[in-house]
């Protein structure tokens, strides 16, 4: 059942090797065959999903071959919820008006393989390979409608996006070339045995190289340059997608690299000096911002510092706040997004703005309220969860962290109430644009997300909790992948290997 | 279904007749019957909270291995009471003739409903993040009741958001702290449960505590907010928020200081290198509470400003009173809550009838309204008599209780600045009914004529009520009893008219007819002295020329200047410039973060490359 | 400003250069777990296929190929995308003299015949599905440049690329509905080793890649060329 999980790659792969053709026989199939494959993958992925929920994690082998020669994947609750989300979120931002000739459904069904892909795979270059899939895809959705300054900045994010892909796989050579193998699992094991292996200069600068590489689309501390320039010139749900999906991704890899290889090394405190950093500059930067668009893109960098912060703190709480935040910010940020492309004047011009679209707007102050984390929005929760993971975890000077983190919540406290007060302000003389019909969709579903999670908490928070639980249980993931034969050490799998890969596993 | 979920449904039912019927009268008529039935539905609930019972509401949800539920105590009991009495005055008040005025009375009144919800779901909290809940939505509520009519209001109240949410913050944090070292965030289960915590733990709750909660209730240095926010708000939201709002964060004070964390700890806990210990310096912020912001009262020349700076130092004895521990201080401490709210509210609705028929507040153009509106002046006359601690009101027991209790706690310094406090109330609050109704009548007030009865009826019930709960103060005794009572703070044994205490009793009967006595003995000398000739004001001259009605020979402005020479010097806007130098501070640090992202990626580079070097240096 | 860039270049240099030199302090001469060693020793009995490199590439880690076809995949379309909307037929192609055009249109089969036997002898010797493919683009963009006109169709183009596609993803699938694994190598010991029916479907595997390389590339070159799209069919 769960061999069917590589499905979950397939399906999107073949509609987008398809597409053009058929395209170019029947355009309406076309059209339709996109967001089709997306609801069946959506849905095959909630299926594994409750065969998880019920059985547990799993382990998935390809080719035939046992780890560390083959590659493997392993299914568990956050990996699948994100392949659920990541279907669905597509399917929300789905390009339904664009011309027929157009390959960004092509490009969406790209993502969606990459995003599958990232959350399931187990080992260290299939998730690079992965990566790049997705990271090319968004360079495409980026650059797509052809105006001159959205081109240059394109070409900008490629560059330095290619240029981070380098150093990432100059980090996973490393590692390699430390731990002799490319399979997460089997490093872990290797870690395990020998504790200073991933803590000396060459794991640590590995750790840092991949940080900064994937950091580039994680949004993280010193590669995320490229977030303001982009995101106040690209269409707003490629923004949001961008924001709310593939950095969340990069950030699952960087994560499974950590837990697995680097616990109890210094790389968790590089981590979170990262995040912390970035998390003060975005929230500074965003306190002044001119525009919506600028608004959210430093406020999404920050965000992503805070997920950063949250995930290094290596505890059940910690990890849960940062699933639980990284959901809330999924959830909105593409939303908030359509919304800015709306309210694309100048801050100080959008006085009263909010009283011509009443709904709308009351959904808006809605979800900034999650982000700026009042209760009982799920925002709230993740930010209670991330103090209770910071003051419960071992290590000192968590004061500090604590006083950046409250600090830093409070400017965006104050440039998200000033924004409000200004969008609830006086009516304004100046013509008003309504929200466009077809962000409609999208907002209220997003919405309807959102407080079906603030009233579902209770069912939710079990889950996280879940889901949190097995991201930390490293031994139970190294258990599920290595076969029995495998769990002693060094040369001895030759002759195991040629009896599994005689054997196959059954469906 | 008991009666507290009752409650919580029909506040929740509340917010809709003024939604449904925005237009006309009857959506403020239907308010206040809604806040007339709450009052009697909190009244029917008094045996089942009183001697330290509570009443479970069957609101509940689970989260995160919590249980967060609602159940309310003798002591949130006494709180929801005073809040919906003051509900049910001010929207009487508006019903009755205010609302006319104003363009968005509807919005009005859901708001304060709003409010009034909250406040129960604060009070009725049984577990940290249910109060947490409630908090967040009192402050909330709060913001928009006080941004409601517009204008200066709403940067008033933004100011005030930022400063509940960095309250917030830092309350998140202390119930952080307390659930990791206790276990548990059930209130009940709570109880003394911090008075174990090492020193340096204890110190740092108790400051995240004290900004948490201080913040509301305006305690220096975070008093900067409540003036302008309730001074700009509308007339009888102003009411409502200077009668009641701010004791939440008493409530939420006294929860953690003396539920939790327990009074002897506090005396047990010794600040390093100084006599002082953690009650002793709570009772000297309250101290300053008392004194900075009603000196700073009398400097005002808007009359609601006036009052608003006045609100914040009664905040002060309350909070004295509550840190003395012993039975006195804990009634006067509670009864002034009550008490406080009693005249304050009178207060705020003269003020506002005053500006609804003259058109201003400031303080240097009126004069003279007695002549023209008698029963604003009579309210208001109540109102100050009360505040400034004089017998026949009730401000004058709990006063009297409070410095019976600072003598016997063996604090006389506190007690010279409770005096001294009460003594700048004194001195404001005369500027406020002299600068208003005494003096000289102006021109332009001529025809003025008290507010309409639909006003002034509420205004006078409330005032009234002040008066005889002066004479006997077993009324309001009778009403703190249950919140002491959950607390688990000592009260005095009293009866309907006297408080017993063993070195000396009050028996108000008793001051209340030696001062009616001593009124009537003067009345008698007056009467049977001769004959009286009226005059009018203008009959007069100054400088040998007899006065016309042009002359404005009213002594108003700048009011108190011989005071003010002497402790103006003192009087400097210190925290004013902190603030203003904090908002400065992160204007800049924003403007060089966004400089990091917008200068081609130039400092970008050399910035992360210097970080990678010392990095590397560091680490190899 | 040219000044200040250059520097901060160089500072950015000296630091990563620096970065590079301390990570190449420390090495291991003896690996923990000696994954190459184990290919070397099982590779070819696994597999089948004389070529070691096809067999890690098409056999151990054949979802890390999947992986790099569908970026060159993405590579393409988004390129596509932005070189999209090409007006047809701009400018005519620049004529090159007599001796290119002829040496062009002589160079073209032999092309296309190294392509394809590098594609199909790719796990007999170096080579395979994207070194051929590339050659194979590389056949139909030298008449390009010679203006000989010989001109690639995009409609079989794209064709030719997704069936290849599907074809790759089949041949996996194949192997996973007949009770392996996905993409899991079949019928690997049915010939001698050595040759050209040996590896079972690696080599069908390299032919999927090879073509669909090729044709992506070709159309991709194409549209760099700015030339529109006559229909010559002749792939």
């Known amino acids: 059942m769960t061999q069917q999980a590589i499905l979950l790659v397939l399906l999107p792969l073949i509609a987008a090797f398809t597409l053009t053709p058929l395209r170019r026989?029947?355009?309406?199939?076309?059209?339709?065959?996109?967001?089709?494959?997306?609801?069946?993958?959506?849905?095959?992925?909630?299926?594994?999903?409750?065969?998880?929920?019920?059985?547990?994690?799993?382990?998935?082998g390809f080719?035939?071959?046992?780890?560390?020669?083959?590659?493997?994947?392993?299914?568990?609750?956050?990996?699948?919820?994100?392949?659920?989300?990541?279907?669905?979120?597509?399917?929300?931002?789905?390009?339904?008006?664009?011309?027929?000739?157009?390959?960004?459904?092509?490009?969406?069904?790209?993502?969606?393989?990459?995003?599958?892909?990232?959350?399931?795979?187990?080992?260290?270059?299939?998730?690079?390979?992965?990566?790049?899939?997705?990271?090319?895809?968004?360079?495409?959705?980026?650059?797509?409608?052809?105006?001159?300054?959205?081109?240059?900045?394109s070409i900008r994010l490629l560059l330095f996006s290619a240029a981070g892909s380098a150093l990432a796989l100059l980090g996973?050579?490393?590692?390699?070339?430390?731990?002799?193998?490319?399979?997460?699992?089997?490093?872990?094991?290797?870690?395990?045995?020998?504790?200073?292996?991933?803590?000396?200069?060459?794991?640590?600068?590995?750790?840092?190289?991949?940080?900064?590489?994937?950091?580039?689309?994680?949004?993280?501390?010193?590669?995320?340059?490229?977030?303001?320039?982009?995101?106040?010139?690209?269409?707003?749900?490629?923004?949001?997608?961008?924001?709310g999906l593939v950095s969340k991704l990069a950030?699952?890899?960087?994560?499974?690299?950590?837990?697995?290889?680097?616990?109890?090394?210094?790389?968790?405190?590089?981590?979170?000096?990262?995040?912390?950093?970035?998390?003060?500059?975005?929230?500074?930067?965003?306190?002044?911002?001119?525009?919506?668009?600028?608004?959210?893109?430093?406020?999404?960098?920050?965000?992503?510092?805070?997920?950063?912060?949250?995930?290094?703190?290596?505890?059940?709480?910690?990890?849960?706040?940062?699933?639980?935040?990284?959901?809330?910010?999924?959830?909105?940020?593409?939303a908030l997004f359509l919304y800015a492309h709306n309210w694309r004047a100048p801050i100080t011009a959008l006085g009263g703005q909010a009283w011509s679209t009443p709904l709308a707007s009351a959904l808006f102050v809605l979800m900034v309220l999650s982000l700026m984390g009042i209760p009982p929005l799920p925002g709230f929760w993740g930010k209670y969860l991330l103090l209770k993971g910071v003051l419960t975890a071992p290590t000192l000077g968590m004061g500090w962290v604590v006083a950046l983190i409250l600090f830093t919540t409070l400017v965006e406290m104050i440039y998200f109430m000033r924004l409000l007060t200004r969008l609830y302000a006086e009516k304004s003389v100046q013509p008003i644009p309504p929200l466009s019909r077809r962000h409609y969709a999208p907002v209220a579903l997003l919405g309807a997300g959102l407080i079906a999670l603030t009233l579902g908490m209770g069912h939710v928070s079990t889950h996280l909790e879940q889901g949190a639980a097995q991201l930390l249980d490293r031994s139970g993931y190294r258990d599920r992948l290595i076969p029995a034969s495998l769990r002693h050490p060094v040369n001895h799998f030759q002759t195991h290997l040629q009896g599994t890969a005689r054997q196959g596993g059954h469906p | 279904?008991?009666?507290?979920?009752?409650?919580?449904?029909?506040?929740?039912?509340?917010?809709?007749?003024?939604?449904?019927?925005?237009?006309?009268?009857?959506?403020?008529?239907?308010?206040?019957?809604?806040?007339?039935?709450?009052?009697?539905?909190?009244?029917?609930?008094?045996?089942s909270v009183s001697q330290g019972g509570s009443v479970a509401a069957c609101l509940e949800f689970a989260a995160f291995g919590h249980t967060i539920g609602w159940q309310l105590n003798g002591f949130g009991w006494f709180f929801a009471l005073i809040t919906a009495v003051s509900a049910l005055i001010a929207s009487a008040y508006a019903t009755g003739g205010w609302e006319r005025q104003c363009d968005h009375a509807?919005?009005?009144?859901?708001?304060?409903?709003?409010?009034?919800?909250?406040?129960?779901?604060?009070?009725?909290?049984?577990?940290?993040?249910?109060?947490?809940?409630?908090?967040?939505?009192?402050?909330?509520?709060?913001?928009?009741?006080?941004?409601?009519?517009?204008?200066?209001?709403?940067?008033?109240?933004?100011?005030?958001?930022?400063?509940?949410?960095?309250?917030?913050?830092?309350?998140?944090?202390?119930?952080?702290?307390?659930?990791?070292?206790?276990?548990?965030?059930?209130?009940?289960?709570?109880?003394?449960?911090?008075?174990?915590?090492?020193?340096?733990?204890?110190?740092?709750?108790?400051?995240?505590?004290?900004?948490?909660?201080?913040?509301?209730?305006?305690?220096?240095?975070?008093?900067?907010?409540?003036?302008?926010?309730?001074?700009?708000?509308?007339?009888?939201?102003?009411?409502?928020?200077?009668?009641?709002?701010?004791?939440?964060?008493?409530?939420?004070?006294?929860?953690?200081?003396?539920?939790?964390?327990?009074?002897?700890?506090?005396?047990?806990?010794?600040?390093?290198?100084?006599?002082?210990?953690?009650?002793?310096?709570?009772?000297?912020?309250?101290?300053?509470?008392?004194?900075?912001?009603?000196?700073?009262?009398?400097?005002?020349?808007?009359?609601?400003?006036?009052?608003?700076?006045?609100?914040?130092?009664?905040?002060?004895?309350?909070?004295?009173?509550?840190?003395?521990?012993?039975?006195?201080?804990?009634?006067?401490?509670?009864?002034?809550?009550?008490?406080?709210?009693?005249?304050?509210?009178?207060?705020?609705?003269?003020?506002?009838?005053?500006?609804?028929?003259?058109?201003?507040?400031?303080?240097?153009?009126?004069?003279?309204?007695?002549?023209?509106?008698?029963?604003?002046?009579?309210?208001?006359?109540?109102?100050?008599?009360?505040?400034?601690?004089?017998?026949?009101?009730?401000?004058?027991?709990?006063?009297?209780?409070?410095?019976?209790?600072?003598?016997?706690?063996?604090?006389?310094?506190?007690?010279?600045?409770?005096?001294?406090?009460?003594?700048?109330?004194?001195?404001?609050?005369?500027?406020?009914?002299?600068?208003?109704?005494?003096?000289?009548?102006?021109?332009?007030?001529?025809?003025?004529?008290?507010?309409?009865?639909?006003?002034?009826?509420?205004?006078?019930?409330?005032?009234?009520?002040?008066?005889?709960?002066?004479?006997?103060?077993?009324?309001?005794?009778?009403?703190?009893?249950?919140?002491?009572?959950?607390?688990?703070?000592?009260?005095?044994?009293?009866?309907?008219?006297?408080?017993?205490?063993?070195?000396?009793?009050?028996?108000?009967?008793?001051?209340?007819?030696?001062?009616?006595?001593?009124?009537g003995f003067g009345a008698l000398l007056f009467l049977n002295a001769g004959r009286s000739y009226r005059t009018q004001p203008l009959d007069n001259y100054a400088g040998g020329h007899f006065l016309t009605a042009q002359t404005r020979y009213q002594y108003s402005h700048h009011f108190y200047a011989g005071l003010l020479r002497v402790i103006g010097p003192w009087m400097r806007p210190w925290l004013v410039a902190l603030e203003q130098g904090s908002g400065h501070f992160l204007d800049l640090a924003s403007a060089a973060s966004r400089g990091l992202y917008y200068h081609n990626g130039l400092r970008f580079l050399v910035f992360g490359t210097v970080v990678g070097l010392l990095w590397l240096l560091i680490v190899v | 400003m040219t000044m200040r860039r250059n520097l901060a270049s160089l500072i950015f240099t000296v630091g990563l250069g620096l970065m590079l030199v301390s990570l190449m302090q420390g090495s291991h001469t003896a690996f923990p777990v000696e994954v190459g060693q184990n290919i070397n020793a099982a590779g070819f009995a696994d597999h089948g296929a004389a070529n070691l490199v096809t067999s890690v590439v098409l056999g151990y880690r054949g979802l890390d190929t999947l992986g790099e076809l569908t970026i060159l995949f993405v590579a393409a379309t988004a390129a596509g995308m932005v070189l999209g909307h090409c007006p047809g037929g701009s400018t005519p192609p620049v004529r090159g003299g007599f001796i290119l055009a002829t040496a062009a249109e002589l160079l073209f089969p032999f092309l296309i015949l190294l392509g394809a036997y590098i594609i199909i002898h790719g796990h007999l010797s170096p080579g395979g599905g994207f070194q051929g493919g590339a050659v194979i683009a590389a056949a139909y963009y030298v008449p390009l440049l010679a203006g000989s006109g010989r001109l690639f169709s995009e409609d079989t183009g794209s064709l030719i690329e997704s069936l290849a596609g599907v074809g790759f993803i089949a041949i996996g699938l194949l192997a996973l509905w007949g009770g392996g694994e996905f993409l899991a190598p079949l019928y690997s010991h049915n010939g001698a080793p050595g040759a050209l029916l040996s590896a079972g479907t690696l080599p069908l595997l390299y032919l999927a890649v090879g073509l669909k390389v090729g044709s992506e590339l070709a159309s991709l070159l194409a549209r760099l060329g700015g030339i529109g799209m006559e229909v010559d069919d002749d792939a």
């Open chain 2, 106 to 519: 509807s919005r009005l009144h859901s708001l304060m409903a709003l409010n009034v919800l909250a406040m129960y779901l604060l009070l009725g909290a049984a577990d940290l993040i249910s109060l947490f809940i409630g908090w967040e939505l009192v402050s909330w509520a709060g913001f928009l009741l006080m941004a409601a009519p517009g204008g200066q209001s709403v940067q008033a109240a933004l100011r005030y958001l930022i400063y509940a949410l960095a309250g917030a913050l830092a309350l998140l944090t202390a119930i952080v702290l307390i659930e990791q070292s206790s276990g548990t965030i059930q209130l009940d289960a709570l109880r003394g449960a911090l008075a174990s915590l090492p020193d340096g733990l204890s110190w740092v709750v108790l400051a995240l505590v004290f900004v948490g909660f201080g913040v509301k209730l305006a305690m220096p240095p975070f008093h900067l907010w409540q003036a302008p926010a309730y001074g700009y708000a509308d007339g009888p939201a102003a009411a409502f928020l200077g009668a009641i709002s701010s004791r939440m964060g008493l409530f939420g004070l006294c929860l953690v200081l003396v539920q939790m964390v327990g009074l002897e700890r506090l005396v047990g806990l010794a600040l390093p290198f100084s006599f002082f210990d953690a009650q002793s310096l709570l009772a000297w912020a309250a101290a300053i509470t008392l004194i900075v912001p009603t000196y700073i009262a009398l400097t005002q020349n808007d009359a609601r400003l006036l009052l608003a700076w006045h609100g914040i130092g009664q905040g002060g004895f309350m909070l004295l009173g509550l840190m003395l521990g012993n039975d006195l201080g804990t009634a006067g401490g509670l009864l002034h809550v009550l008490n406080h709210a009693s005249y304050q509210a009178p207060l705020f609705l003269a003020v506002t009838a005053v500006v609804y028929r003259t058109g201003t507040a400031d303080l240097d153009r009126l004069g003279g309204l007695i002549a023209r509106m008698p029963w604003a002046y009579v309210t208001l006359l109540l109102g100050i008599i009360g505040l400034a601690g004089l017998p026949p009101m009730n401000g004058f027991v709990s006063k009297w209780l409070i410095y019976k209790g600072l003598l016997d706690a063996q604090m006389p310094l506190l007690f010279v600045a409770a005096v001294i406090g009460t003594l700048g109330t004194i001195l404001s609050v005369y500027k406020l009914i002299h600068n208003i109704f005494l003096g000289q009548l102006r021109a332009e007030h001529r025809e003025v004529t008290d507010a309409p009865w639909g006003m002034t009826g509420p205004m006078l019930l409330i005032a009234g009520f002040a008066f005889i709960s002066g004479m006997l103060p077993g009324l309001g005794l009778y009403l703190v009893e249950p919140a002491a009572a959950a607390l688990g703070l000592p009260m005095p044994s009293f009866d309907l008219s006297a408080i017993h205490a063993p070195n000396g009793a009050l028996d108000m009967l008793v001051v209340v007819s030696a001062l009616i006595g001593a009124i």
């Open chain 1, 25 to 60: 026989c029947n355009p309406v199939i076309a059209r339709v065959a996109g967001p089709a494959v997306v609801v069946s993958q959506v849905m095959l992925a909630i299926t594994l999903l409750l065969h998880i929920a019920q059985l547990g994690p799993e382990a998935v």
């Open chain 1, 172 to 243: 996973i050579g490393l590692i390699y070339n430390l731990g002799g193998s490319l399979s997460l699992a089997h490093l872990g094991q290797v870690a395990a045995q020998d504790a200073t292996l991933f803590s000396s200069v060459e794991g640590l600068s590995a750790f840092t190289l991949i940080l900064i590489g994937l950091g580039v689309k994680a949004e993280l501390f010193p590669a995320n340059h490229w977030v303001p320039e982009v995101y106040g010139l690209s269409r707003p749900r490629v923004s949001g997608l961008l924001a």
């Open chain 1, 251 to 334: 950030l699952l890899i960087l994560l499974r690299l950590l837990w697995q290889l680097y616990t109890g090394t210094g790389a968790e405190v590089i981590l979170l000096v990262t995040g912390l950093v970035t998390l003060l500059l975005g929230e500074l930067a965003a306190f002044r911002a001119t525009r919506l668009r600028e608004m959210l893109a430093f406020s999404s960098i920050g965000q992503l510092g805070l997920l950063a912060v949250a995930f290094s703190m290596g505890n059940e709480a910690g990890v849960a706040a940062g699933l639980l935040l990284a959901l809330n910010h999924l959830l909105i940020k593409p």
């Open chain 2, 1 to 47: 279904m008991n009666a507290f979920d009752l409650l919580l449904y029909l506040a929740l039912a509340t917010l809709l007749p003024s939604l449904l019927a925005p237009k006309g009268r009857s959506g403020g008529m239907l308010t206040t019957l809604a806040y007339l039935l709450q009052v009697w539905l909190l009244f029917s609930l008094l045996p």
């Open chain 1, 63 to 153: 080719g035939g071959f046992s780890i560390p020669l083959g590659i493997a994947f392993h299914l568990d609750l956050v990996g699948m919820s994100l392949v659920a989300l990541a279907g669905v979120t597509l399917l929300l931002l789905w390009p339904w008006t664009v011309e027929s000739d157009s390959a960004e459904p092509s490009l969406y069904l790209l993502l969606l393989a990459g995003a599958s892909g990232i959350a399931l795979s187990a080992d260290l270059f299939n998730l690079y390979v992965f990566f790049e899939v997705v990271a090319v895809a968004s360079y495409g959705l980026v650059a797509a409608p052809n105006s001159g300054i959205q081109l240059y900045a």
